[in-house]
């Protein structure tokens, strides 16, 4: 007979927190959205740096840390993170990480770097809240729904185009455009 706890049902709730870290281990930005795992940003803070300090040098894709799955990937100066519970899927995990870094990639014209991620944190914000949205609240936690994997998707709904900007807010360099 096949025990019920090693039976978990699909569920669309999958992402407890993204986090995009400098080569520092500082953060640049960070969502979580599990309040019973990370109650206050000093708890936050200290799993970020154990996070950081166990992947920095590592060439893998994914860790479990602290009861979480973490996937994770870097680039230049930057780490990006993905976290779900112990028994999500590995590969939903790293569709949504594949989605944020292309998606930034793609809205920064592939310059992803600290200092351009910083200058367009808006943007790589309403990124991050266009791939994960519209989360659930339970008695346990409150995670995210993936609600997008397409990063093209994403950059279309993000993306200001000057055209759609009243001429009064545009800069001058735009309207010489």
């Not at 590995?90 to 200092?115: G, P, T």
């Not at 339970?138 to 993306?159: L, N, P």
Request: a negative charge; aromatic letters at 6%; one cysteine or more.
């Amino acid at each position: 007979m096949i025990s019920v706890l090693s039976l978990q049902e699909p569920t669309l709730y999958t992402v407890k927190g993204v986090a995009i870290l400098d080569n520092d281990g500082n953060r640049i930005l960070a969502k979580y959205y599990d309040k019973s795992v990370f109650a206050t940003a000093k708890e936050q803070k200290t799993f970020e740096k154990n996070l950081f300090n166990k992947t920095h040098r590592a060439n893998a894709e994914i860790i479990m840390l602290d009861g979480l799955t973490c996937v994770y990937r870097s680039n230049v100066d930057l780490f990006f993170y993905v976290m779900g519970s112990s028994h999500e899927n590995e590969l939903i995990l790293m569709s949504v990480l594949n989605c944020l870094y292309d998606a930034v990639s793609q809205i920064l014209r592939k310059n992803v770097e600290k200092r351009v991620v910083l200058e367009n944190l808006d943007i790589v914000m309403l990124a991050m809240d266009e791939i994960c949205d519209g989360g659930a609240v339970s008695v346990a936690s409150v995670t995210r729904i993936i609600m997008e994997a397409d990063s093209s998707a994403v950059v279309q709904r993000v993306a200001l185009r000057t055209d759609d900007i009243p001429l009064g807010e545009q800069t001058v360099a735009q309207v010489w455009k």
